[in-house]
């Protein structure tokens, strides 16, 4: 049964132990359900997320993907009275006289929890025309770097109890949790994170560092870029695509940070080295 509160759901289940014996027990799993993006009357994008925070996931959505830009504004969210799935549809109204962006960077059909970019025709279709990163002066210590996942996994209450979801902070460079969301697409854990910071008025976060509990993802890079963020450390690996990406874009990318090590792809002029 699917707890509405929290994306957790609960079912009964066969475990096999170590020993061999067979025991029956409840088990928490994430919930994942579809969530149709609208913008007034025209259906934008289907992403398939575990449900709550779906006003922030829309809005880093619309950012991420340039429908929206930093500075614009959204009127109000809602949901169709008369739709018999109205809790998984959310209506987008855009401030009055701010024109849609679409263009070539529609998405069409749906969006799956693993890959938030599946069924574009190329590279450069998903490209967006974000300038790059100008902040130079920006610098973070390795003890505040490598203190980072140990603060989120205390963050991540759904997590530790599914093992199934990931998470995505935004911190600064004081090492403070500012904004830590969490989903079962790490596109949408990203995306709800940035959707929170605009409106909140919070963007551009040009001060600011990204944090993922899983890979890093071009598509990761270019989330934090049109939120304006220099620095993005993953847990994992990063992709060929996501080094390159971010060497163009200004971006610091921090890949396979475990405590005590981690490995800098790019810029590593915002890592305080010093103690090395």
Same mark, same amino acid.
């Given at each position: 049964m699917k707890n509405e509160t929290d994306g957790i759901g609960s079912d009964r289940i066969i475990r096999r132990k170590q020993d061999g014996s067979l025991e029956f027990q409840?088990?928490?799993?994430?919930? %994942?359900?579809?969530?149709?993006?609208?913008?007034?009357?025209?259906?934008?994008?289907?992403?398939?997320?575990?449900?709550?925070?779906?006003? %922030?996931?829309?809005?880093?959505?619309?950012?991420?993907?340039?429908?929206?830009?930093?500075?614009?504004?959204?009127?109000?969210?809602?949901?169709?009275?008369?739709? /018999?799935?109205?809790?998984?549809? /959310?209506?987008?109204? /855009?401030?009055?006289?701010?024109? /849609?962006?679409?263009?070539?960077?529609?998405r069409f059909g749906t969006i799956s929890t693993s890959c938030g970019i599946c069924g574009k025709a190329s590279i450069d279709a998903i490209r967006q025309n974000f300038p790059p990163v100008r902040s130079k002066n920006i610098r973070i210590g390795i003890d505040t770097l490598l203190a980072f996942p140990s603060l989120l996994r205390k963050q991540q209450s759904d997590f530790a109890r599914t093992g199934g979801i990931h998470a995505a902070a935004i911190v600064d460079v004081d090492g403070n949790l500012k904004i830590v969301r969490e989903d079962i697409g790490r596109h949408n854990a990203v995306d709800k994170a940035i959707g929170r910071a605009f409106l909140?008025?919070?963007?551009?976060?040009?001060?600011?560092?990204?944090?993922?509990?899983?890979?890093?993802?071009?598509?990761?890079?270019?989330?934090?870029?049109?939120?304006?963020?220099?620095?993005?450390a993953a847990v994992s690996a990063p992709s060929t695509l996501a080094v390159n990406f971010a060497r163009e874009s200004n971006q610091t990318l921090i890949g396979f940070l475990r405590p005590p090590s981690f490995n800098i792809y790019s810029h590593i002029e915002r890592v305080m080295l010093d103690s090395l």
């Open positions: 409840r088990d928490d799993l994430t919930v %994942e359900e579809p969530l149709e993006i609208r913008i007034g009357r025209k259906a934008l994008a289907t992403t398939m997320r575990t449900p709550g925070h779906d006003e %922030e996931l829309a809005a880093g959505f619309l950012i991420s993907e340039g429908i929206v830009r930093i500075g614009d504004k959204i009127e109000k969210f809602s949901r169709p009275t008369s739709s /018999l799935n109205r809790e998984n549809i /959310l209506v987008v109204e /855009l401030a009055t006289g701010l024109k /849609l962006r679409l263009g070539s960077t529609r909140d008025g919070l963007l551009p976060l040009d001060r600011h560092l990204f944090l993922v509990s899983g890979r890093a993802s071009f598509e990761i890079m270019q989330k934090a870029l049109a939120a304006g963020i220099p620095i993005v």
